[in-house]
C-alpha cells in the first residue's frame, strides 16, 4: 500500500532562513508526488508537482528514488509562506491521491 | 468562474440522522472526488468519479456511506446513520481529468459535527 510519510507536525523557522519540508513515502512502483498548500482561510491548492519539475514561489522539490523522498525546499522563506503543507502520492495511472498528515509552517519576522 | 462550491458549509447532526453533503464541481471538469479531513490528519480518499460512474470507490469506509453523481456534474455524499466518529471535513475536488497529471480543484469543505 502506498503511505506518504511528513515527519514534522510543525515546523518555525525567521524570515530569510532556508526551509525543508520533508516527505517520504512507501510505493514498490512509480509514483507520482505532488505538493499541496493550504494558506490560512483558503482552500486546498497544488503547488507543485514532481513531474513538472518546476520551481512555484520560490519552492522547488527534488524526487530522490532512492531515499523515497521528496523534500520541499526554499532558500529564503517569506512570511506569507507560513500554511500548512501537505505532500501527495499518486500511483501511475490512477486517480488517487494519498495525502500525508501535513506540516504546519510557520515563518516568523 | 467560481471554483467547486460545497454546500452546507457547516452541519451539526445527532447520531443516527441522515445528512448529505453537496458538491458542484467547476464546469468542464470531468473528474470529481471526495475526501474526508479528521483533525490533524491529512485528506483521506473517499470515492473518485469520471463522468457519471464510480470509477474508485475504495475509500468509503462502510455501506452507511454513498455517494452519487447522476448528470455528471452535481455530486452528493450521502451519509446513513451518522455516527460520531463520522465528524470530519468533507472535502470536494474536481479536475480536467487525471491527478496524477492534472491539478485538483477543491472546494472549501463542509464541516460536519455529530452530536
Known amino acids: 500500500a502506498q503511505r506518504v510519510t511528513q515527519p514534522e507536525k510543525l515546523l518555525s523557522v525567521f524570515k530569510g532562513a532556508p526551509v525543508e519540508l520533508k516527505c517520504n513515502y512507501s510505493?514498490?512502483?512509480?509514483?507520482?508526488l505532488f505538493w499541496y498548500v493550504q494558506y490560512s482561510r483558503q482552500r486546498l491548492q497544488l503547488l507543485l508537482r514532481h513531474i513538472s519539475r518546476e520551481s512555484i514561489k520560490g519552492f522547488t522539490a527534488d524526487l530522490n528514488k532512492g531515499e523515497t523522498s521528496f523534500h520541499l525546499k526554499k532558500p529564503f522563506a517569506q512570511e506569507e509562506d507560513s500554511a500548512m503543507y501537505y505532500c501527495a502520492l499518486s500511483r501511475g495511472g490512477s486517480e488517487k491521491l494519498v495525502f500525508g498528515k501535513g506540516t504546519k509552517l510557520t515563518v516568523n519576522p | 468562474g467560481a471554483g467547486v462550491s460545497q454546500t452546507p458549509s457547516n452541519k451539526v447532526t445527532e447520531k443516527g440522522k441522515y445528512v448529505e453533503l453537496r458538491c458542484d464541481p467547476i464546469?468542464?471538469?470531468?473528474?470529481l472526488y471526495w475526501y474526508r479531513q479528521s483533525l490533524g490528519q491529512g485528506p483521506e480518499f473517499l470515492i473518485y468519479f469520471q463522468g457519471t460512474g464510480a470509477a474508485d470507490d475504495s475509500g468509503l469506509p462502510n455501506d452507511r456511506f454513498f455517494a452519487v453523481r447522476p448528470e455528471g456534474s452535481v455530486s452528493t455524499l450521502k451519509i446513513q446513520r451518522t455516527e460520531r466518529g463520522d465528524s470530519a471535513v468533507y472535502l470536494c475536488?474536481?479536475?480536467?481529468?487525471?491527478?496524477?497529471?492534472?491539478?485538483?480543484?477543491f472546494g472549501e469543505g463542509s464541516r460536519l459535527t455529530v452530536l
Open positions: 464546469s468542464g471538469h470531468t473528474a
Open positions: 475536488a474536481s479536475s480536467f481529468g487525471a491527478s496524477n497529471t492534472g491539478e485538483l480543484f
Open positions: 510505493y514498490s512502483g512509480s509514483p507520482e
